[in-house]
């Protein structure tokens, strides 16, 4: 593909927060902006990121109702394009099922699907022709010339379709990946407010109280998917298991007790509920004056109920029980609408719309641009960035997901308050290691560590991400041998006492990491281990630490030992500096202008 189409989907996918999602997905998504000229919200909501897509990568219906059915093949190599035939073929069978009336296998989990079923169901009488497209990066006279092609194209004449619908149509097209060009109108999602609850502010930002079933936040998180919770400083914490005992477990008895033994009343739900709170960059009046229309919608507040009432709800949609779906329906929600608030008053309503359930400082900055450019770039190799608290286990349960994070090996990714710690320690700022949470109890602190150039230090993170987990378990595992302590008249008391020390260990730490950059010997190893994360330590690495940190410690608890007389006298900051220098110096480590992490003498700057 051309560089500069990749370099506007890459551009496209960072300011979109989309780090996850495949080069199929966003480049079909920018094909439906510029060919249908729609907006991005309508493009993503009609475009397939996950499996269950019955061969529909995206789909788009037009005003003059016209149908296109797209499957998205991003590939230049003509074999690979072609089997985008048989996705096609799945399509025409599902189309033809939901056309016809006929039994569906299951009501789709898949978002893109989902609203293309209502579509299909709705207005299919009046559906007057449709476009079956296979896209991709090959010149579209070489798909249609092909075999598999002409025989699809006999299949679509002989088929049912063809005959429920006045005009059927195929064709192969090339991506249209050019920089999206302007939308004919903005995608607009119709909320129910209450009478006489708007409150204006000076900035032209606006508060609405709404009453909304709880079904119709379910359906548009069907239609949407987790990209309407993407201003949230979480994705979800429902499979933590603190969670599921305070959130879910209380929840989901509550829709029992409403649903199925009918032992609360449904207008209940609101005195046991404190609401959520959603934005929209701007809404419109509708001609029912309780009728808000509202572009880009996203919950800031309530991503949990939400979760835990579509899946709730997924259960009774199985069991087919009609009365107990209809008590689910009558289930109505407080929520407080935010229109038209600037980036920064959005930041701060979120952060304080979600303190009802404990959240961690570090969470606050999830959404900062930073953090979605680490995000990215990391996503660009392989690896995992997760900048949303739960965002790991609730996406990596899909294979093309799975896939894209190829140089994550099973269950490993990175946190935002472990890169935090990895930069203090390539950058000295040792404090904070012993105590990283302290990056995020102030702006001015998160962002001198997070400074603009960190996202192009990608094989450093990868890199000391490796290594920390073998310097930790080595710096345990030989303080822990007995024979060590023969070596001191106070025993393991000292050595236990001294190494539980935050700002001891964060100085070992430190040593171990400058260690292993600055030693020429390694310099392969260097280069494998910032191509693939690992979960655990790696065997080789935890060997090479173990030869390196008994000296080390036997020295720090020898100078200890001398030093003071007590084994629980702190130690001076000073002191422990020129310590620490000197040791550096006996073992061939340049502390001032060495190799380090995340730095202009990084080995991959």
């Known amino acids: 593909m051309d560089n500069q189409y990749a370099?506007?989907?890459?551009?496209?996918?960072?300011?979109?927060?989309?780090?996850?999602?495949?080069?199929?997905?966003?480049?079909?998504?920018?094909?439906?902006?510029?060919?249908?000229?729609?907006?991005?919200?309508?493009?993503?909501?009609?475009?397939?990121?996950?499996?269950?897509?019955?061969?529909?990568?995206?789909?788009?219906?037009?005003?003059?109702?016209?149908?296109?059915?797209?499957?998205?093949?991003?590939?230049?190599?003509?074999?690979?394009?072609?089997?985008?035939?048989?996705?096609?073929?799945?399509?025409?069978?599902?189309?033809?099922?939901?056309?016809?009336?006929?039994k569906l296998d299951a009501i789709p989990k898949n978002n893109c699907i989902y609203t293309l079923l209502q579509q299909v169901i709705g207005p299919k009488k009046q559906i007057r022709k449709i476009n079956f497209i296979l896209v991709s990066l090959i010149d579209s006279g070489k798909i249609e010339n092909s075999e598999e092609y002409k025989a699809f194209r006999q299949e679509l004449v002989e088929s049912k379709i063809n005959k429920i619908i006045d005009e059927v149509n195929l064709t192969a097209e090339e991506y249209n990946i050019q920089p999206t060009s302007l939308p004919k109108s903005s995608t607009k999602y119709p909320i129910t407010k209450l009478k006489e609850t708007t409150i204006a502010l000076k900035n032209g930002a606006s508060l609405h109280l709404a009453y909304i079933p709880l079904y119709d936040l379910v359906d548009l998180y069907k239609q949407r998917g987790n990209i309407l919770f993407e201003k949230n400083v979480r994705l979800s914490i429902t499979a933590v298991k603190a969670s599921k005992d305070r959130l879910v477990h209380p929840m989901e008895e509550t829709l029992d007790d409403i649903c199925k033994s009918e032992t609360l009343d449904p207008n209940i739900f609101p005195f046991y509920h404190v609401g959520i709170t959603v934005s929209a960059t701007t809404s419109t009046q509708t001609t029912n004056e309780n009728i808000v229309n509202l572009v880009d919608p996203n919950i800031v507040n309530g991503c949990q109920t939400i979760s835990i009432a579509s899946k709730y709800f997924e259960k009774l949609e199985s069991s087919e029980i009609i009365k107990q779906i209809n008590n689910f329906k009558k289930i109505k929600v407080m929520a407080k609408i935010i229109v038209g608030a600037s980036d920064d008053q959005l930041k701060e309503i979120t952060n304080a719309n979600n303190r009802q359930n404990p959240i961690e400082n570090w969470q606050l900055f999830s959404n900062d641009q930073i953090h979605i450019q680490i995000e990215s770039s990391l996503r660009n190799h392989g690896i995992f960035y997760?900048?949303?608290?739960?965002?790991?286990?609730?996406?990596?349960?899909?294979?093309?997901?799975?896939?894209?994070?190829?140089?994550?090996?099973?269950?490993?990714?990175?946190?935002?308050?472990?890169?935090?710690?990895?930069?203090?320690?390539?950058?000295?700022?040792?404090?904070?290691?012993?105590k990283p949470s302290d990056v995020f109890t102030k702006k001015k602190n998160h962002d001198e560590v997070f400074v603009n150039e960190i996202p192009k230090f990608y094989k450093d993170i990868i890199l000391t991400s490796n290594i920390s987990k073998a310097i930790k378990r080595s710096i345990t595992k030989v303080a822990k041998n007995n024979y060590m302590y023969k070596a001191f008249s106070n025993e393991q008391y000292v050595m236990a006492n001294l190494l539980n020390r935050p700002i001891i260990n964060a100085y070992l730490q430190y040593l171990g990491l400058a260690y292993f950059y600055q030693n020429k010997s390694f310099m392969n190893l260097r280069e494998e281990y910032a191509g693939?994360?690992?979960?655990?330590?790696?065997?080789?690495?935890?060997?090479?630490?173990?030869?390196?940190?008994?000296?080390?410690?036997?020295?720090?608890?020898?100078?200890?030992?001398?030093?003071?007389?007590?084994?629980?006298?702190?130690?001076?900051?000073?002191?422990?500096?020129?310590?620490?220098?000197?040791?550096?110096?006996?073992?061939?480590?340049?502390l001032k202008n060495g190799r380090m992490p995340f730095t202009d003498k990084s080995n991959f700057s």
């Open 386 to 434: 997760e900048r949303q608290a739960g965002k790991y286990s609730s996406i990596m349960n899909n294979s093309e997901v799975i896939a894209i994070y190829d140089k994550s090996g099973t269950g490993a990714h990175i946190k935002v308050e472990e890169l935090a710690k990895l930069i203090c320690l390539g950058k000295k700022k040792l404090q904070w290691v012993a």
């Open 7 to 102: 370099k506007f989907m890459e551009e496209f996918r960072e300011k979109e927060a989309l780090g996850e999602f495949p080069d199929t997905y966003i480049s079909i998504v920018m094909h439906l902006m510029n060919k249908h000229r729609i907006d991005k919200n309508s493009a993503l909501d009609h475009s397939s990121h996950a499996g269950a897509d019955h061969g529909i990568d995206a789909w788009h219906f037009s005003p003059d109702n016209e149908l296109f059915i797209y499957q998205s093949k991003f590939s230049s190599a003509k074999d690979i394009v072609l089997e985008g035939i048989g996705s096609l073929h799945q399509a025409r069978e599902w189309l033809e099922k939901a056309l016809s009336m006929e």
């Open 532 to 590: 693939m994360l690992w979960k655990a330590a790696r065997p080789n690495l935890d060997e090479l630490f173990e030869k390196f940190y008994p000296k080390i410690i036997i020295k720090l608890v020898e100078w200890y030992t001398n030093e003071y007389k007590s084994p629980a006298l702190e130690i001076g900051s000073e002191k422990l500096e020129e310590f620490i220098n000197k040791l550096s110096i006996e073992e061939n480590i340049d």
